[in-house]
Nanobody, 117 residues
Framework: QLQAYGGGLVQTGGSLRLSCVPSGFIESNHWVGWFRQASGEQREMVAWISSGGGSTYADSVKGRFTISRDNVKNTVYLEMNSLKPEDTARYYC?????????????WGQGTLVTVSS
């Protein structure tokens, strides 16, 4: 239900843009988020954006990453600038939507981001 792509290898200080494309029926009340998981680490939240456009970020990426959405293209983006080696991880997008009286979560496959020093 979610496709994530755009990862790759980039040097320190470089930029990448990730894309997440939900498919299927999307409820009007929903959030789309980016999470990441480095090797041997727990998955952590990177950024969320609501159906209304509100967003939140992890402290570690504030000022460097920007989450946005294009409702015409039905795509959520994560613009990543000033990348650091510690940003290296597999990045996952997640859809959280209110349906059937509860929040339901859906994960996409990950896309690997590698930042070389």
């Amino acid at each position: 239900q979610l496709q994530a792509y755009g990862g790759g290898l980039v040097q320190t200080g470089g930029s990448l843009r990730l894309s997440c494309v939900p498919s299927g029926f999307i409820e009007s009340n929903h959030w789309v988020g980016w999470f990441r998981q480095a090797s041997g680490e727990q998955r952590e939240m990177v950024a969320w954006i609501s159906s209304g456009g509100g967003s939140t970020y992890a402290d570690s990426v504030k000022g460097r990453f920007t989450i946005s959405r294009d409702n015409v293209k039905n795509t959520v983006y994560l613009e990543m600038n000033s990348l650091k080696p510690e940003d290296t991880a597999r990045y996952y997008c997640k859809l959280r939507q209110w349906s059937f009286g509860e929040w339901n979560d859906y994960w996409g496959q990950g896309t690997l981001v590698t930042v070389s020093s």
